[in-house]
Structures are given as structure tokens and as C-alpha cells.
Nanobody
């Protein structure tokens, strides 16, 4: 399974971005859970949001009410809509997929300026 993330960039505080992650590979299916993690400079990687095969979602407290995760199984893509962005959201965002094994994308940088 390969994960290709995109959509990062530079945005002012209060702005919005949408991240996309598209999965490929013969073994990938809608039964995989998918999610986003992030890692800020000097900090550990942390969970942002996940979405299960049945569309059950889970969010970090720091992004609840601002971020929305969704998926489109027809195109093997998971989205992260990020609204009301804050400077503390600045990080490299990583796509994650899991079933029997874990898979990680290459990361996409989100920078929020104050």
C-alpha cells in the first residue's frame, strides 16, 4: 500500500486548508482504517483524526470542532478539512492507513502564520 498526501501549504491564522491522501496498491480496500497524524518541530508525532472502515471518526481534543475527516472509498482517498487554523497547527501532517499492517505517507507541510 502506498499513500500519497497533498494539500499542505502556508495559510494565515483563521484560514482553511484541505489535505488529501490517496491510497494505492492491490491490497488496499475500504476495510482499512485511515487517519492523519502530525509532527511539529521538536515534538513527537501525535494523532489528529482517524476514520474507520464504518466511517467512525475520532479527533484529538485540540482539533475538535475545527477539523473534519472524511473518506471517499470510490477513489481510495481520505480528506482532512482544516478550518480556523492556528499557528500551533503548524506541523508536517502524515497520512496513515492500517489493517493488518501500518502504512504511512510521506507527509505534507502545513504552516500557519500569525
Amino acid at each position: 500500500v502506498q499513500l500519497q498526501a497533498s494539500g499542505g501549504g502556508l495559510v494565515q491564522a483563521g484560514g482553511s486548508l484541505r489535505l488529501l491522501c490517496t491510497a494505492s496498491g492491490n491490497s488496499f480496500s475500504s476495510s482499512y482504517g485511515m487517519g492523519w497524524y502530525r509532527q511539529a518541530p521538536g515534538k513527537q508525532r501525535e494523532l489528529v483524526a482517524t476514520i474507520g472502515s464504518s466511517n467512525t471518526t475520532n479527533y484529538a481534543d485540540s482539533v475538535k470542532g475545527r477539523f473534519t475527516i472524511s473518506r471517499d472509498n470510490a477513489v481510495n482517498t481520505v480528506y482532512l478539512q482544516m478550518n480556523s487554523l492556528k499557528p500551533e497547527d503548524t506541523a508536517v501532517y502524515y497520512c496513515h492507513a492500517w489493517a493488518r499492517y501500518d502504512y504511512w505517507g510521506q507527509g505534507t507541510l502545513v504552516t500557519v502564520s500569525s
